[in-house]
């Protein structure tokens, strides 16, 4: 192990203990010394070190700044600076700049018990991993509007965090410790900060790294429509972490900003108003479309995302890098939200695939000093669903393009109650609906999965449907397959629906012994004529010998607060459209099957033995 990863990985490590009791948060920090000697803390013109005060890191040296939002309302930004300590003046540095709600003085997403006032130590495994001062970098955390030493009201990616967004590129571009190079680091929300920062086009801003970010702010809400049950419970986590108090020894100015909400509660109140509108093509939700505001951006990004991950999910993931032009660079694999250096608790890496600091160190390198990688590394590393990794050129690969014609059939739209009754009739145990989560969580503690299938639920559905009775939901079934294929990009199914009420898609990968995952699924409200509804992106392989199952259905598991109509809705003319990629070319790249991976499996397998078969998959013909 190179030297400059140990402390990264020990803490990646201990913070992995922490995943069995909820979402992984990212490292752990140290724990506050209540004997430790009063702490130093700085100011624009007094900078502060390691040893003036622990919570900076060592070799680098703490400034704190303010400046305007590029809005013009008034709007006052706070920037921790964290420079090389020995850097001398006149002398330059690019900057690698992160832009979040996550970075107050007292704690990420509450009090986390510190004595005293210092830098956030959110990317400390970042820091240290990449050695970021001793490689010759500034690491600079500006807090969003609202939060940490922030003005103004927080904004939920709207227009104006992405104003504070460019106008914290512009203020590290300007700085004269700054080269006027800028990359950005974050996960999930800073990460989605730096898909915004692409979408914004800004000359100084050379790279993106962004880990297991949202792609469109509304699906982090609803799915078409339908509220998924953070819809309430999301805007108060923020409204919480907006209001969290300043420390006692941190400057005066930062301590007015920070007690902002106090003078001003409109602001909570305007932000809880946003999540309720539920219209995906109201002016609210368009300006936050990320996926849509890409097209055409060219700023060069390296980005993660777990396909089966529970918290921000892998919706319009494709549209977006379809809309960017520039080069990419991407880790695509079948883990939860966590960061590419995270370990579990027997310290397998999360991600499975070694060398997360050194490639971003590299990509960095390369964009904002322009020096050629020692290594030369794969555009995109890709793990499918069986743990083996894959490099390729870009994503997703496309070999064959399908329309398959699912035909239609009929379904009640009554939350499952059907489905759970012909269980209990049958003689097994019917499981309830399952339990909504309370709900009220931000993008670093949702969940750590979502509730589970519950087995012999999709059986009993498949048995009614063959003895000709309308129940909560019917299937469709594929011939074996001849050979393997995967299942890659944006899957959709287009239909026509006869009632008011919700959809609910999932598709299956059927083994020959009855046993099947459910790999992907989507849920929307009916619309009036022929409508498309597009699934979670994935990367799925198919087994020959397996079957694909498509249900089509009511709203029977999962999290969504969705209010069943009560109707019996008729499908007719559904059409599946599916992406495909053959395994056989599959160039071999270094990885490890993902721990999360096998949780999955363990939780979203049931028995549900293919039923009679009414289309093909077709296969694939090898380059």
Known sequence: ?????????????????????????????????????????????????HEENDRVPEGARWTQHYFPSADDSGTELHADVLLPEGLERGEEVPVILSVGPYFAHAGATGDEGWSHAGPSSRFLD??????????????????????????????????????????????????????????????SYDGVTGLIGNNLDQRALKAVVSQEPVWDMYQYIYSNGVPRPNVTGTANAYNSIATLPPMADDDPRYRANARWEETHPECLTENAAGYRISDQRSEHWK???????????????????????????????????????????????QWD?????????DGRLAMGREGWYDETLAFFDEYLKGER???????????????????????????????????????????????????????RAAPGKPAQPPGKWDMENAPAAEPAAPNGLAAEAARAQRAGEVTSSFFVWSEPLRQDVRVTGTPRVSLNAGGAGNVMIKMYDVAPDGTAVMFDEQVSLLKRGRFTVDLKATDWRLAAGHVLAVEIGTIQTGSWRDTPSGETIRVRGATLHLALDGPADDVPTGGARSPYLDSYLDRYTVDLPAGPPSFTVPGVRHR
């Open 1 to 49: 192990m190179k030297r400059r990863h140990a402390a990264a990985w020990a803490a990646s490590a201990l913070a992995a203990v922490l995943a069995a009791t909820g979402a992984l948060a990212g490292p752990a920090t140290a724990a506050p010394d209540a004997t430790a000697p009063k702490a130093r803390t700085a100011t624009a013109t007094d900078p502060v070190t």
């Open 287 to 333: 300006a936050r479309d990320l996926a849509r505001l890409a097209k055409g951006s060219d700023t060069p990004l390296f980005v993660t995302q777990g396909f089966i991950e529970p918290n921000t999910k892998p919706e319009e993931m494709e549209e977006y890098l379809l809309g960017h032009r520039g080069p990419e660079r991407g880790w695509l694999g």
């Open 126 to 187: 970042f820091i240290e991993g990449a050695d970021v001062f001793a490689e010759g970098y500034a690491f600079v955390m500006v807090d969003l509007r609202g939060f940490g030493g922030s003005t103004g009201c927080l904004d939920w990616a709207g227009p104006g965090e992405q104003a504070d967004v460019e106008a914290a590129i512009d203020w590290a571009a300007s700085r004269p410790w700054s080269t006027g190079a800028v990359g950005m680091y974050g996960k």
């Open 373 to 427: 990688p020692d290594v030369r590394y794969p555009r995109y590393a890709m793990e499918d669903n069986t743990g083996d990794w894959r490099a390729q050129r870009t994503w997703p690969v496309v070999e064959r393009r399908a329309g398959i014609r699912l035909g239609g059939g009929s379904y009640v739209d009554d939350g499952g109650a059907a489905a759970r009754a012909d269980l209990t009739a049958s003689g």
């Open 337 to 345: 939200h966590v960061r590419g250096g995270d370990r579990v608790p």
